[in-house]
């Protein structure tokens, strides 16, 4: 990792970053600040990072003493001056925020430079931040943590989001990751086993091939229907955090010790077993698009409804996804829902002559033939080809 500054130099260079502006301080929780009197809303801030704070240790149950665990964290007022910042630090900066660990964890730090458009909290958040806070978090206890811990719950932590209002941390539900894991896992070239994916140290496997694979991993421990393979997981915590003492050991030995701790307990190929079909039942967004189009086809409509509303949670604004949950409303013969559902598919972008047919359809099947027959001639103008015949037949038969 990056090589230790003393804290006489870090403190030169934060006063020369921040020498246009006054630099303020401000504690609270589990973490302290430092950022320019330009930003805004630094109480918001601590608030929410505090609450993401409690959300990982939620899971990892680690010592809650603040005095013991205190996390800095250091904001710039803008990218260049964050860019100055890192430079002066690593000699290289980067494009999203940076974690710099020590060997000292007092002496780490949380480098952040807000978006403008916004203030507080959500000048930082979105999956960079979770990502990194996670690592600060993990790093306070344990010097060398064990890569699939340290990369699968980066991964697993990356969905989180403060909401202000309920004072309240919530995951979504789906992870952008579940795609990548999948096709992994049935590679057999680039497929990790859990002894694999146990024993991994930096450098056994290059990161878009374990990451997505850890964090399956995780989180087939965390949600799986065995509750032994969750009691291994706060075992592995328990171990991690080392009787609340700062744990300072090497990656390999933390990887050791955790690792022969499952195969103490558990059969790695049963455990294979259980992940791929743990894996295997968990829908990509794909999955639950095909099968919903497919549970429509074979009139089941409540199957296509539930598959594709899951699908919609996922892209809120997808048109193929409005323009078939109106199919099965008007299968359904409920044509208020359906119009609704059209009507957001056009908004979304899907084919204006498809959905005025749709919504003609609809109409004229509620019986409101005036409003049928003006969808019904817009699908025929913006596609003669394939509805003219169709929509003068339909109008023609108008009462």
Not at 30 to 53: L, Q, R
Not at 83 to 112: A, H, W
Not at 217 to 224: E, K, R, T
Not at 330 to 358: C, F, H, M, P, R
């Amino acid at each position: 990792m990056k090589k230790m500054l003393p804290v006489l130099l870090i403190s030169i260079l934060l006063s020369q970053v921040l020498s246009a502006q006054t630099a303020k301080s401000y504690t609270e929780g589990y973490y302290t600040f430092t950022y320019p009197e330009s930003f805004k809303g630094i109480e918001a801030t601590a608030e929410a990072f505090n609450a993401i704070w409690n959300s990982f240790n939620e899971i990892f149950r680690f010592d809650t003493d603040t005095s013991r665990h205190i996390c800095r964290v250091t904001i710039l007022a803008n990218k260049s001056e964050y860019d100055n910042y890192i430079q002066n630090l690593i000699g290289e900066t980067r494009n999203q925020f940076l974690f710099l660990k020590y060997s000292k964890p007092e002496l780490s730090e949380l480098v952040l430079f807000p978006n403008a458009d916004f203030s507080g909290y959500e000048a930082f958040a979105g999956p960079a931040l979770n990502r990194q806070l996670f690592l600060q978090y993990l790093y306070t206890f344990v010097n060398e943590p064990p890569l699939w811990i340290r990369d699968g719950f980066q991964a697993f932590f990356e969905t989180a989001t403060y909401d202000p209002l309920t004072q309240s941390v919530v995951f979504e539900t789906y992870s952008p990751w579940l795609d990548s894991a999948k096709l992994l896992h049935n590679s057999p070239d680039r497929f990790i086993d859990i002894e694999g994916i146990l024993s991994a140290v930096t450098g056994t496997y290059e990161s878009a091939r374990f990451y997505p694979q850890a964090w399956a991993f995780v989180s087939f421990l965390l949600n799986s229907e065995k509750a032994a393979y969750q009691r291994f997981l706060y075992e592995a915590f328990f171990l991690l955090e080392n009787r609340g003492q700062f744990n300072d050991e090497s990656r390999q030995e933390n990887t050791d010790v955790i690792k022969n701790r499952f195969f103490q307990f558990y059969s790695g190929n049963e455990t294979n077993t259980d992940f791929s079909l743990w894996l295997a039942g968990e829908k990509t967004y794909n999955d639950l698009v095909q099968n919903g189009v497919t549970a429509y086809n074979e009139g089941d409509f409540a199957a296509a409804k539930q598959n594709l509303s899951e699908a919609m949670s996922i892209r809120e604004q997808d048109p193929l996804i409005a323009y078939y949950l109106g199919l099965v409303s008007y299968a359904e013969k409920n044509y208020k829902d359906a119009d609704a559902w059209y009507q957001k598919a056009l908004a979304y972008g899907a084919d204006i002559s498809t959905v005025n047919w749709a919504l003609g359809l609809s109409a004229y099947a509620d019986g409101r033939y005036s409003e049928a027959a003006v969808y019904l001639r817009t699908a025929k103008t913006s596609n003669p080809a394939r509805y003219a015949d169709r929509v003068d037949a339909l109008l023609n038969s108008i009462p």
